[in-house]
């Protein structure tokens, strides 16, 4: 079977390294760190396969590109603004979830 080397390598840097930033992120946003721990984790797994994995696919692990993606310099295309869809769309959807008592 024929796989692209490029998405794999994608996929593994998207898991291994947004995985644990973006876990750290959720719990600091307020998601409990005692009880719910597997599910923070796969929500932060879920999010770095939708956010992570077309930045790490476009952009490689080029630092001068991630400097400009972390300081918001990096010009707006699909990728970036796709990934900062899924994430903004996160911390909006979560925003019902205390009305939900």
């Known amino acids: 079977m024929f796989v692209k080397k490029p998405a794999v ?5 998207s898991l291994v390294l947004s995985t ?3 876990t750290v992120t959720l719990i600091l946003m307020g998601a409990p760190l005692t009880t719910h721990l597997p599910h923070t984790l796969l929500c932060a797994a879920h999010m770095s396969l939708l956010a992570g994995l077309p930045l790490f696919y476009t952009h490689g692990v080029d630092a ?5 993606i972390a300081g918001l ?3 707006v295309d699909e990728v970036f603004a796709g990934s900062m ?3 903004l769309g996160a911390w909006v959807g979560a925003i019902p979830v205390p009305l939900d008592w």
């Open 9 to 13: 390598l994608s996929l593994i840097a």
């Open 20 to 22: 644990p930033v973006l």
């Open 64 to 68: 001068g590109a991630w400097r400009a």
């Open 73 to 75: 310099k990096k010009s």
């Open 85 to 87: 869809g899924a994430l």
